[in-house]
């Protein structure tokens, strides 16, 4: 399942499968779906990812829906380093498989993007 980066802003778990590791830490980290679920906003939440010598964060996840919209779903990625992220090898993924989400555009640096469906 594909999701379109929506102006410079892209749910889970994110997995860079052309990083490499570094000193045994996996290239993603994440939320448990149940955690996902249950919660509906999560504002500043900042899950740190292992991507390429640098950091992408969670900053915002809206899963469940918001207040203003409660069909819209959206996770806010967050660019820390200095450098283009390119997001082609990457997938966002739960911790039971579904949904695995592969995603696609780059993050700017110090930038944020968003997906969502």
Do not use: C, Q
């Amino acid at each position: 399942m594909n999701y379109p980066a929506a102006s410079g802003r892209p749910v889970e778990r994110l997995r860079n499968e052309n990083a490499p590791t570094k000193r045994g830490i996996t290239p993603y980290r994440g939320l448990k779906k149940s955690l996902l679920v249950s919660l509906i906003i999560i504002p500043a939440l900042f899950l740190s990812v292992f991507a390429a010598g640098g950091e992408v964060a969670i900053s915002e996840i809206a899963w469940a829906g918001s207040a203003d919209d409660p069909t819209a779903e959206w996770i806010e990625l967050y660019n820390s380093t200095d450098s283009t992220i390119d997001l082609s090898a990457w997938r966002l993924v739960s911790s039971d498989g579904t949904p695995d989400i592969s995603l696609s555009g780059s993050i700017d640096p110090h930038s944020y993007i968003v997906l969502h469906r």
